[in-house]
């Protein structure tokens, strides 16, 4: 194991110390539960209440998006593993500023019950939470409804802030999350599994100098295990299954986001990058913007993803929408 | 011959550390099945959660039955997360209702315990027998349960029927695709690798069946 | 090798071709030079040109801090390897605006050789270019002038390009990297290796479970090798050469840099970063603000790096003048 | 004796590119040695820049042995960076002026091209002997190669001095604590290891000298 901790039981906590005071201008611990990391600036008035979530060991995702024009609050569960049912409530009283709030999170059954626990805790007090399921992983189920959350989290959080941010009402938001959400697609490879602190061991063999597309960020199987590929290979064959899929289109305009997994040098990062953006290039599917570097993770795993978001008007104008939290600043 | 099989406060107690203590035994074991078709945290995920009930059972056993296991429930459902943390936790926070407040139960209420909590998996997760859950031990392990109390069979054997038939359960999650949990992203993967959560169901039966048969040597 | 390449001897340039395609509104290639990366704002007028540069793989050091309110261009050499004499001047000629030009680099003899060649070429054309050469890592030399830079490069590079941005000239702005400079220390630790592309093998060994504290981003031996220990042990024995090399002192004002090497999670950084503020807060030293991330890597090699910069109200100033930079965007 | 052997641009030609194909097959040992007391990319590095001198060989074999020189070294210092880069860079940009333009040098104008380039490293870097780096090879191995011209010795023996010399420099660069370079902050943990590019040096000698031996042979 290298990985530098302390007792592996106490990892998440100590975690969220550090962040929130690292990053108290920005966010705070909730009095009441130190597994809710909220912004400072929450509740805003007359705001939908953003609040997004899931397992640790993803960072920035989720707690480094908190923030202004950002989310209200991160719901932060043990390494892997959903928060559980009263920090998702919590979450909502700490925010719901009288307009609802919006749970978003990546489509995994452990999230969905513990989360829907917390929203029924928050209807029985008479506030409405409405829930946004990230499902922008290609490979993992040929039903849209049935895939993972991965990358694309961040895309979706970021357009539904900003409806958010600008004073929409929990419909609309909703909406926006909604059309984020198909209109973004992902998919990974990772070279390497991460370290579980607890048990100083990785969660899957994956032997040095091979590698598997497609596979989760939580090591979920992918495509097939092979030797590790030149990178333009490995770009390729992503794009083989993102594009299709929506479908991209010739005349298509559309954000990039290459991901590290943690332990990808953003030398690699931006060698991949290359290599989208001439496939892209190719394909005459233009490129609006684009981000490279760490932001959905799995701790120390090896490895990179790609996503693809589909742009209009409307998503263009929130995806520029001014945010301060820890992990992004756009101006 | 039921309503003389009396379970008290000390046999639970005995039971939940003694449950403490196999999670952490087995700790790694579950996490490696769970590395194999899920995301390797299973025994993690139990550890974390028995811990905190070790950390506050001494506060708790003045408490009645159905306080005590709300309080387990409570502390897995707190602590743990992802699917194992609510299914668990609504699991020991329904085993109790049962006891209707009291410090004892006989062995009828003993297995409407299980009843009612094998129930509130079922309810919560939504899974049937053949997803390739808990469910596919406790169910079928509940059902000759029933059988058997409903045939007169005596305690022990009940019980030992209980946890024999669970345990076939899940030897059969082995050879299945599954319908529910992360491993149901694994389509014919999954095939050939146990599910872990009935493992961890069985070891918990089993626990209770240890103390069961050592109940009237030591009380 | 866990890597995500093509051809290893295209490397450095396939990272730049996505560098500056991903960031193309904040930077671009040089024309005539494909080792510069340079600001799209270069040259500003009245404005004394900020360079700063050495061997790639530490990214997003140096180019992932070209930008406004930042460094006019970046030079980038080979892996771990200074870039060569021409494209140190061909910097000064692109970002030149009349008030001469700030070199600032690690100290490593590679790189003092090339730049000042540069510097020389430049100084043939009339030219001005003054150097600072960044000396933080307190345990590579009990000589202040013969410490090698580590992830202090980005205090120093920071702060001098505020005062550069602040319309000073040439003197103010060395002096203000020397000020700066003379007020920040780093020390590292490291946990494994990182994979050179070529030889596809790490730099050195470090058996998994150990680690070496003191060890430069290079693998520049450090204090010494031992099983991996918990973190808050680490960073207490880090701040044990940091503050008292200064010293920093009780009622003393700081700014804190948590680095991560490259394959270290943020959650890891973030229980050393609660250590680090604990520490800081028993001896009084306040905390002005604080960075935590990857700022300075090496490549795919875990492992952490603490620098403290010593504040006055003028470094605060200059630290906290907005800048909008690929990897370093301050409001 | 001297000003009748002769070596033509045939002989420089097919040393560049021996020089080319050494550094590959050293490539890894090389940096194996840099890994020890640096950055563990000595190889590498003039991997890099011997592949830049290839791609453009061709096209400088047209030019008198100064330019060739002036080309290579060039080529040298714009790829390599780092500090093997503007000292072999410099080495081999000075090599080519006792050439004065010509396309064929005699013995003694050899001898001269290295005293260049041997003084051009030693200039840029400010290197000593003693200080754990290639002037520890060169400095020696020169000063050889002079006497030995001073005393008439045959080219081929003269040459030979030169670089068994040079190979003794780099052993005693053993167990040296090193002065300049990255070893330099190693302190005691420099000892007990050859610096690379003292052994690269020895390595470029040895390629002039193998040529040199089979020159009469084939021309
Ligand atoms: N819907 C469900 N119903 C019943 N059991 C389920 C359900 N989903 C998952 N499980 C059980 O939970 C186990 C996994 O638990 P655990 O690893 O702790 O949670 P997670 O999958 O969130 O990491 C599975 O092996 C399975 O037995
Ligand atoms: N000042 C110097 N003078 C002469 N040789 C030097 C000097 N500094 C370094 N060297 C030589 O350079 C070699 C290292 O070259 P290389 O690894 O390519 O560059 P870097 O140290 O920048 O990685 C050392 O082994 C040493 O022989
Ligand atoms: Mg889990
Ligand atoms: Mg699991
Ligand atoms: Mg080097
Ligand atoms: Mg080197």
Same mark, same amino acid.
């Given at each position: 194991?290298?990985?530098?901790?302390?007792?592996?039981?106490?990892?998440?906590?100590?975690?969220?110390?550090?962040?929130?005071?690292?990053?108290?201008?920005?966010?705070?611990?909730?009095?009441?539960?130190?597994?809710?990391?909220?912004?400072?600036?929450?509740?805003?008035?007359?705001?939908?209440?953003?609040?997004?979530?899931?397992?640790?060991?993803?960072?920035?995702?989720?707690?480094?998006?908190?923030?202004?024009?950002?989310?209200?609050?991160?719901?932060?569960?043990?390494?892997?593993?959903?928060?559980?049912?009263?920090?998702?409530?919590?979450?909502?009283?700490?925010?719901?500023?009288?307009?609802?709030?919006?749970?978003?999170?990546?489509?995994?059954?452990?999230?969905?019950?513990?989360?829907?626990?917390?929203?029924?805790?928050?209807?029985?007090?008479?506030?409405?939470?409405?829930?946004?399921?990230?499902?922008?992983?290609?490979?993992?189920?040929?039903?849209?409804?049935?895939?993972?959350?991965?990358?694309?989290?961040?895309?979706?959080?970021?357009?539904?802030?900003?409806?958010?941010?600008?004073?929409?009402?929990?419909?609309?938001?909703?909406?926006?999350?909604?059309?984020?959400?198909?209109?973004?697609?992902? @998919?990974? %490879?990772? *070279?390497?599994?991460?370290?579980? =602190?607890?048990?100083?061991? #990785?969660?899957? $063999?994956?032997? !040095?100098?091979? @590698?598997? %597309?497609? *596979?989760?960020?939580?090591?979920? =199987?992918?495509?097939?295990? #092979?030797?590790? $590929?030149?990178? !333009?290979?490995?770009?390729?064959?992503?794009?083989?299954?993102?594009?299709?899929?929506?479908?991209?289109?010739?005349?298509? $305009?559309?954000?990039?986001?290459?991901?590290?997994?943690?332990?990808?040098?953003?030398?690699?990062?931006?060698?991949?990058?290359?290599?989208?953006?001439?496939?892209?290039?190719?394909?005459?599917?233009?490129?609006?913007?684009?981000?490279?570097?760490?932001?959905?993770?799995?701790?120390?795993?090896?490895?990179?993803?790609?996503?693809?978001?589909?742009?209009?008007?409307?998503?263009?104008?929130?995806?520029?929408?001014?945010?301060?939290?820890?992990?992004?600043?756009?101006? | 011959?039921?309503?003389?099989?009396?379970?008290?406060?000390?046999?639970?107690?005995?039971?939940?550390?003694?449950?403490?203590?196999?999670?952490?035994?087995?700790?790694?074991?579950?996490?490696?099945?769970?590395?194999?078709?899920?995301?390797?945290?299973?025994?993690?995920?139990?550890?974390?959660?028995?811990?905190?009930?070790?950390?506050?059972?001494?506060?708790?056993?003045?408490?009645?039955?159905?306080?005590?296991?709300?309080?387990?429930?409570?502390?897995?459902?707190?602590?743990?997360?992802?699917?194992?943390?609510?299914?668990?936790?609504?699991?020991?926070?329904?085993?109790?209702?049962?006891?209707?407040?009291?410090?004892?139960?006989?062995?009828?209420?003993?297995?409407?315990?299980?009843?009612?909590?094998?129930?509130?998996?079922?309810?919560?997760?939504?899974?049937?027998?053949?997803?390739?859950?808990?469910?596919?031990?406790?169910?079928?392990?509940?059902?000759?349960?029933?059988?058997?109390?409903?045939?007169?069979?005596?305690?022990?054997?009940?019980?030992?029927?209980?946890?024999?038939?669970?345990?076939?359960?899940?030897?059969?999650?082995?050879?299945?695709?599954?319908?529910?949990?992360?491993?149901?992203?694994?389509?014919?993967?999954?095939?050939?690798?146990?599910?872990?959560?009935?493992?961890?169901?069985?070891?918990?039966?089993?626990?209770?069946?240890?103390?069961?048969?050592?109940?009237?040597?030591?009380?």
């Amino acid at each position: 194991m290298r990985r530098l901790i302390n007792d592996p039981y106490n990892i998440v906590e100590e975690m969220l110390e550090g962040f929130c005071k690292a990053h108290n201008k920005h966010v705070k611990l909730l009095e009441n539960d130190g597994r809710v990391v909220v912004s400072k600036k929450a509740p805003v008035k007359d705001k939908v209440g953003i609040i997004i979530g899931g397992g640790s060991g993803h960072e920035p995702l989720f707690l480094g998006y908190v923030g202004e024009g950002f989310a209200d609050a991160a719901v932060i569960g043990n390494i892997n593993t959903s928060p559980s049912p009263e920090p998702c409530y919590n979450a909502v009283k700490a925010v719901d500023a009288g307009k609802g709030c919006l749970y978003m999170y990546g489509n995994y059954a452990g999230d969905v019950m513990n989360f829907d626990m917390g929203a029924e805790m928050a209807a029985a007090e008479g506030i409405r939470v409405e829930t946004v399921l990230v499902t922008d992983d290609v490979y993992s189920s040929t039903e849209i409804k049935n895939r993972r959350g991965v990358a694309g989290d961040f895309y979706v959080f970021k357009v539904a802030a900003a409806k958010a941010a600008l004073g929409y009402d929990l419909d609309a938001v909703k909406s926006a999350a909604e059309k984020a959400n198909a209109n973004t697609r992902s @998919m990974g %490879v990772a *070279m390497s599994s991460s370290t579980l =602190p607890i048990t100083g061991k #990785t969660i899957f $063999e994956l032997e !040095d100098g091979d @590698m598997e %597309v497609g *596979m989760g960020i939580h090591g979920e =199987p992918g495509v097939r295990r #092979t030797k590790i $590929e030149p990178a !333009d290979k490995v770009v390729d064959e992503i794009l083989g299954y993102i594009l299709p899929d929506l479908p991209f289109n010739e005349g298509d $305009e559309v954000s990039v986001l290459v991901n590290g997994l943690g332990a990808t040098p953003l030398m690699d990062l931006h060698v991949a990058y290359r290599r989208v953006a001439q496939v892209l290039e190719e394909k005459k599917i233009k490129i609006y913007n684009s981000f490279v570097g760490n932001y959905a993770t799995s701790m120390d795993m090896a490895g990179m993803s790609i996503t693809l978001m589909k742009l209009d008007d409307e998503l263009k104008e929130l995806l520029d929408y001014p945010c301060d939290a820890p992990y992004c600043v756009i101006k | 011959m039921y309503e003389d099989f009396i379970l008290d406060k000390a046999y639970f107690i005995k039971v939940i550390k003694d449950l403490a203590e196999m999670i952490e035994e087995n700790r790694d074991y579950l996490t490696g099945l769970d590395s194999e078709i899920g995301d390797g945290d299973h025994g993690t995920n139990l550890s974390i959660g028995f811990r905190e009930v070790m950390k506050n059972l001494g506060q708790w056993e003045n408490e009645n039955l159905t306080v005590i296991f709300k309080k387990v429930g409570m502390a897995l459902l707190g602590k743990v997360g992802g699917a194992s943390g609510p299914l668990y936790g609504s699991m020991f926070m329904k085993l109790g209702e049962p006891a209707h407040g009291k410090e004892r139960v006989n062995f009828k209420e003993f297995y409407e315990m299980f009843k009612s909590g094998i129930e509130a998996v079922e309810n919560r997760g939504k899974a049937v027998v053949g997803d390739k859950t808990m469910v596919d031990a406790l169910r079928p392990g509940l059902n000759a349960f029933t059988e058997a109390i409903e045939s007169g069979e005596k305690p022990e054997k009940a019980f030992g029927t209980f946890l024999e038939r669970a345990k076939e359960g899940s030897q059969s999650t082995i050879p299945l695709i599954a319908r529910k949990g992360r491993a149901m992203r694994l389509g014919e993967r999954a095939i050939g690798h146990m599910d872990p959560g009935s493992a961890s169901s069985c070891m918990i039966l089993e626990v209770f069946y240890r103390n069961l048969l050592n109940y009237k040597k030591n009380y």
